[in-house]
């Protein structure tokens, strides 16, 4: 997919549809024979609240530079996330429909909450996503 790399290899891939997104983890779970989807808004949030809020505040925000943080070295949280702190904000599954969770590299700090929920508009270059795997 090295087209949908916009800022390199070990970037967040952003400006992906939610459907896009939804497709993929439909594929992922058929190959691997695991359940793969988008978090809900719920879920989302309770894995951003283990990070300290100042260093959500200022790492993902544009007062912490504007552009996509590497990845290529996971930085784990509580209850199993890894990277929340990847300047992207993502789309979340809520009700039958689609939000953005967190803040991306183009948000005020001031905007940089794990509360935050914003209508889904559609892929843009500051927007991705992540899937969780069920477990049963």
Do not use: M
């Amino acid at each position: 997919c090295s087209s949908l790399l916009s800022y390199g290899s070990h970037s967040p891939v952003t400006g992906i549809s939610a459907d896009d997104a939804k497709r993929f983890a439909d594929k992922l779970s058929t190959q691997t024979r695991h359940k793969f989807r988008l978090p809900t808004a719920a879920e989302w949030q309770l894995a951003a609240k283990e990070i300290r809020p100042a260093v959500l505040a200022t790492a993902n925000c544009a007062n912490g530079g504007g552009r996509l943080n590497n990845v290529e070295k996971p930085i784990g949280q509580a209850k199993g996330a890894v990277n929340i702190i990847c300047k992207a904000a993502e789309v979340v599954a809520d009700g039958g429909g689609y939000r953005v969770a967190g803040a991306s590299f183009r948000d005020a700090g001031a905007d940089c909450s794990p509360d935050s929920l914003k209508a889904y508009g559609g892929p843009d270059a500051a927007t991705g996503f992540r899937l969780v795997r069920v477990v049963e």
